[in-house]
């Protein structure tokens, strides 16, 4: 039972990094927020990541970020997977034209969906929502329940009070130098996937295996 509990699972990233796709999670705002370059820059990853032939993994929602991010993906020939919870789905407006959206029974669900179709995972500028996802798979590289590339992308210096946060959790003592963040910082849209794919070789380069254990085991 102990064996199969700790059983290391293979993503989906060997095939595709052998058709050079990946599956990018993109964790953003329901609402566009204050700024037009919050906008531009969801937009922009849009198009990047369906130009570069990838697919997006996303919310579902065709509202603020979450579907400039979306139809930009699409317009782009990208493909795009939608998970969304039941109680959301008039809430934020299912993005019907998506290649793939599944409806789950709750938020929990939608998470690990998210997860385990993702090879790596985007925090654009968001609210509590988009913190809890980010924060939620920074604990789990912490942790060592996977190795999948986490980038945050601070745009306009939107997630520096965070970066701030986590400095002061070193200098505090609470995040110690053997259990450190592992975490990717872009301030330019350019530069996510890059970021992500120089990640994965160098982690081929290393030996290292690509894999992912259960998180809430």
Known sequence: MAAARERATQTSLDGAMERNVLNI??????????????????????RRIGAGGHGLVYGGGDNGL??????????????VVGIIPDFLKNREHMLQEAQELVVVPDM????????ER?????????????LEELVEQLTWVQLGRHTKPVVIADI??????????FAHMRASGFIRQEFELRYLVAER????LP?????????????TRIETIDPRL
């Not at 929990?108 to 997860?115: E, G, N, V």
């Not at 993702?118 to 929502?129: E, M, Q, S, T």
């Not at 992500?196 to 290393?206: H, K, L, M, Y």
């Open 25 to 46: 999670c993109v964790y953003c705002g329901s609402a566009n927020g204050s700024e037009p370059q919050f906008v531009a820059a969801a937009e922009e990853l849009g």
């Open 66 to 79: 979450m579907g400039k991010v979306a139809r930009a993906t699409l317009s782009a020939g990208g493909r």
């Open 108 to 115: 929990h669900t939608r998470k690990r969906m998210m997860f």
């Open 118 to 130: 993702a090879d790596a995972f985007v925090a654009l500028p968001g609210g509590v929502g988009t």
């Open 156 to 165: 306009g210096g939107f997630w520096r009070p965070l970066l701030a946060l």
């Open 189 to 192: 849209i350019e530069d996510v």
């Open 195 to 207: 970021m992500i794919e120089t990640a994965i070789a160098r982690q081929q380069r290393a030996g």
